[in-house]
């Protein structure tokens, strides 16, 4: 579309119907919170809650964004709990039902916060964790930049991305960090736009950022629009005595402007009247209006004034420059609690509720009609205002991408023939640089990106065959000079790798948007991100959010563990195989050898696309270990599922090891030593205790709840041995995530593995102080069998 479409904010007769809209939003979104809280049964003790000030403050900028600004092409991270407000409006739009607003909170139902996944009306980014969204609508307008340098997204169905957030949600710091990557990487098409309502959830906020985040956003070089007085406003200000009203609400510390907003006319009557004394024309001003219009002028800011919002939205859809834009408003607006501090999850009673309804209008008993009581002339027009309005001709919000082969495993396995001896993360790069060769569909939709470990996580070949990308060219200039470098980081629009800051949460928010960039943009990628295995934690909540979404990626996480010997223990990972585990949307793996990387890298290609796919993670390691010499493939299958016998136990084996990762050098040492006293013994090697277990507990469900009945993985290798014979599990991170390999049978377990800071170190001292060396499993093979 082009800039002429953005006539939207000048349809003055349309104001009148956009105001009603708003209204009846307003008391769909209240109602929805209130039936959840008052009139649904209730079979528990539990608050079922929802954020009816919250809701009432963004009501407003939700309806001049989606009845008038938004287009199909625009995508929207809403405050996550403005969430009724959003239901509210794709119910008018006739995509959310009114049952599962019924159900607003309940199993089934509408989501307490959007939900791409769950929520059945077309969500475009899931929220909830404040900050997160935000940083969101950034990643996806780089991911949309990427596609559009690829004439993937045509240059007149680009969107805007926008969030809608809270001033609280200022604080959270990931937000910066997301600022300044969308800064570097010159990030456009972006609208963030803040609810000020100077409310936070357990107070009013602090005064002293006033004026600061608009600094902080320009410093970025962003346009940063404050909608801070609304037409009513401005109106009042220009008349003799307006400006000290004006002046007086530019210098009120938040806290008492708030305290004044919910004690009403009189209040503001009084107190103005006081501060005013000596000003005549003020008090005179003052006088004239009854106090309901006194506090209208006092109050009504511009974030509720659709005249001057539609005003910034048209000249903002001028051009492409990212925008920060303030709009100032009350929390909990025309509702009875309005400015009051402890209104964030305050509830209207029945009562206040009743008042509420009759004061907009809605009939008794038609209270989930949202036009009800309209005359039959207004109704016809808000119909035709919707059905005309842009976003109307949204169809489906979730694209559908061509699907794209991708590499088989015998493929990727030939980067890392020979055997000899490598380190996982050596064979992760060789992949990647074989790839990096490829001239195929595939090749060409990978997209890498790394906050500053490129290189040292060995995607430094595949960046120099395929360049950095930018939305600005700009060459090596080493190269140019001649300077010799194993590294060429040739920038330009085709480049395919995104070069990111030292910031985990931006990888992680940057996997998510591209990892959905086939149900966004229709366009399938195949997006890999690297970092320090450490480091997950440093991400964590954003990596949670990705998966939350349903977004698809690889994660290659290297080094980790104790393994990462000399780089000592503040960049050891523990609890890492754990994290893998527990997080839902990302199979983890641990493989120890570079052909296992590789078959895992094939399957993590395919799960990108996969129906019920996911998100793949691959704990890797520096450690460079001898390979082992493969019989034919039926191994790869044990890979894939978590794990494979490689050494078969005999019928009636006593022991068997079970090793996980960099560590199998120690196991098979061990095991070596461990046949000459125990000649059946076998040798487990687990990829995945992540799939192994989730596989057991499926299974185990299967079977109670009447589903299929199967063997899973885990049990089906273990039957290889008697139910008497032990186990000695080892891995190079918490021991936890091997020991419940006993419980498949009911076989006794040692389990080895990390449960302390480590240090500095090479790997022999490291592994004997730890306990992860040949002699402790040893002595853990010799602790059972005693
Ligand atoms: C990361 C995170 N921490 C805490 C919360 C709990 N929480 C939800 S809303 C909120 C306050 C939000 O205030 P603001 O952003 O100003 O929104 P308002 O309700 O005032 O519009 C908090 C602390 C959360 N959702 N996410
Ligand atoms: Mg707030």
């Not at 910066?176 to 963030?192: F, P």
């Amino acid at each position: 579309m082009d800039m002429d479409d953005a006539s939207f904010a000048v349809r003055g007769k349309d104001i009148a119907l956009l105001q009603r809209i708003e209204e009846r939003v307003l008391w769909l979104a209240s109602w929805t919170i209130h039936n959840a809280n008052h009139l649904r049964d209730s079979r528990d003790s539990l608050k079922v809650g929802g954020h009816q000030a919250s809701c009432a403050s963004m009501t407003t900028l939700m309806t001049a964004l989606y009845f008038a600004a938004l287009r199909p092409q625009d995508r929207v991270a809403v405050k996550p709990h403005a969430s009724p407000v959003f239901h509210a409006i794709q119910h008018l739009y006739g995509r959310q039902t009114i049952d599962q607003l019924q159900r607003f909170r309940s199993l089934g139902g509408a989501q307490s916060y959007p939900s791409r996944t769950k929520d059945i009306d077309d969500v475009d980014f899931s929220t909830g964790s404040v900050g997160l969204g935000v940083a969101m609508t950034a990643f996806a307008s780089l991911t949309q930049d990427y596609l559009a340098a690829r004439g993937a997204v045509k240059p007149d169905a680009m969107g805007r991305m926008i969030s809608l957030l809270g001033d609280a949600e200022l604080d959270e710091g990931n937000i910066y960090e997301a600022l300044i990557e969308a800064c570097k990487h010159d990030v456009r098409n972006t609208w963030w736009i803040v609810d000020y309502n100077r409310q936070s959830l357990d107070a009013t906020t602090s005064d002293r950022m006033f004026t600061r985040y608009g600094e902080i956003f320009e410093a970025a070089g962003w346009t940063v629009v404050t909608l801070k007085w609304s037409k009513r406003q401005r109106e009042a200000f220009a008349r003799p005595g307006g400006a000290a009203l004006q002046a007086w609400i530019e210098h009120a510390p938040n806290d008492l402007y708030s305290a004044l907003t919910y004690q009403g006319g009189g209040a503001w009557r009084e107190r103005l009247t006081a501060d005013l004394a000596d000003d005549r024309p003020a008090l005179k001003l003052i006088s004239a209006y009854a106090d309901d219009e006194l506090a209208l002028v006092m109050t009504e800011l511009g974030g509720h004034c659709l005249e001057t919002i539609l005003e910034a939205f048209e000249t903002a859809a001028r051009d492409d420059a990212p925008r920060f834009i303030i709009a100032y408003t009350v929390k909990g607006w025309r509702l009875p609690f309005a400015g009051h501090k402890d209104n964030h999850s305050g509830l209207m009673t029945p009562t206040q509720i009743a008042e509420v309804r009759s004061r907009l209008g809605v009939v008794e008993g038609e209270e989930w009609d949202m036009l009800s009581g309209l005359a039959d002339n207004e109704l016809k027009a808000i119909r035709r205002l919707v059905e005309t309005a842009p976003f109307a001709a949204r169809k489906d919000g979730r694209r559908v991408a061509e699907h794209i082969a991708t590499p088989s495993a015998g493929t990727l396995l030939k980067a890392v023939e020979g055997g000899g001896e490598q380190s996982t993360q050596a064979a992760f790069g060789k992949v990647m640089f074989e790839i990096a060769k490829g001239q195929d569909q595939f090749a060409g939709r990978v997209v890498t990106t790394s906050p500053d470990v490129t290189v040292s996580t060995n995607l430094g070949g595949f960046v120099n065959r395929r360049g950095v990308f930018h939305r600005r060219a700009h060459e090596d200039v080493f190269k140019r000079h001649r300077i010799p470098s194993a590294q060429v980081w040739t920038m330009g629009e085709t480049g395919q790798h995104v070069e990111l800051g030292i910031a985990e949460n931006n990888l992680f928010i940057a996997l998510a948007a591209l990892g959905l960039s086939a149900p966004l943009f229709g366009e399938r990628l195949f997006p890999v991100g690297t970092l320090y295995d450490p480091f997950i934690a440093r991400g964590l909540d954003a990596l949670n959010y990705a998966c939350y979404q349903d977004a698809r990626f690889l994660l290659v996480a290297t080094p980790s563990g104790l393994t990462l010997g000399p780089e000592g223990g503040a960049h050891q990972s523990i609890g890492t195989p754990l994290i893998g585990m527990s997080q839902p949307g990302l199979d983890s793996y641990e493989p120890a050898f570079a052909d296992e990387t590789a078959v895992l890298m094939a399957h993590a290609f395919e799960r990108i696309q996969a129906e019920n796919g996911g998100a793949t993670y691959l704990r890797l390691s520096t450690r460079v270990i001898d390979q082992p010499v493969r019989e034919g493939d039926a191994w790869t299958a044990g890979v894939v599922a978590g794990g494979y016998w490689l050494k078969a136990p005999a019928p009636d084996a006593r022991l068997a090891l079970v090793y996980c990762g960099a560590i199998a050098p120690e196991a098979l040492a061990a095991f070596e030593q461990l046949l000459e006293d125990e000649p059946g013994a076998g040798l487990l090697a687990v990829t995945s205790p992540d799939v192994l277990h989730s596989d057991w507990t499926a299974a185990g469900r299967a079977r109670w709840t009447g589903g299929q009945a199967r063997v899973s993985t885990a049990e089906a290798l273990l039957s290889a041995l008697s139910r008497e014979a032990q186990l000695v599990t080892v891995i190079d991170g918490s021991p936890a995530a091997l020991s419940w390999l006993g419980a498949v049978r009911g076989q006794a377990v040692r389990a080895l593995g990390m449960e302390s800071f480590g240090q500095s170190g090479d790997l022999p001292d490291l592994y004997a102080k730890y306990r992860l060396d040949a002699d402790a499993i040893l002595d853990a093979c010799a602790d059972l069998l005693i």
